[in-house]
């Protein structure tokens, strides 16, 4: 008898330098990244980024995907450049036929720590204590990633 899997998602931390990549499956983290579009043109960047998230959705097949809001920033181009990758990411999920779901880095926070003001280091150490992760060095944004899919899980149930 086969096995039936379970729910897989893909949480994702948009960014236009960088974006955290996380998949999961019954609540289990199989796979995190952190993705670094190399440096150019800004289109050209964007088009990496969209052809990243392809490839994992093609991949891994996923159900749906996570995605985290914006949060405003001080500096109005650096949101318009983070909005711009979202949409791709968001595009990239609409082609693929998967339903996008948006949390709020407070929604995301809560749901890990139980607090809405929780600090980034906060955040980290309860996605180590919540999550079995292979030793690597992760960025900020994969760390982010794999907690936007904590609380992704959380709302399905």
Do not use: W
């Amino acid at each position: 008898m086969t096995k039936k899997k379970g729910k897989r998602i893909i949480a994702i931390d948009p960014g236009y330098d960088r974006i955290g990549i996380a998949v999961f499956e019954s609540g289990m983290l199989i796979s995190s990244e952190c993705f670094t579009p190399p440096k150019a043109a800004f289109g050209e960047r964007l088009k990496k980024i969209f052809r990243r998230v392809n490839a994992v959705i093609a991949r891994y097949k996923p159900e749906s995907l996570a995605l985290e809001t914006l949060f405003f920033s001080k500096n109005q181009k650096t949101a318009l450049r983070v909005a711009e990758a979202r949409g791709i990411i968001e595009l990239a999920g609409a082609e693929a036929g998967i339903p996008v779901f948006e949390y709020s880095p407070q929604v995301v926070k809560i749901a890990v720590t139980g607090s809405g003001n929780a600090s980034k280091d906060g955040v980290i150490r309860m996605v180590e204590k919540l999550v079995p992760l292979e030793r690597k060095k992760r960025l900020d944004d994969e760390y982010d990633a794999i907690a936007l899919g904590i609380a992704h899980y959380s709302s399905l149930r």
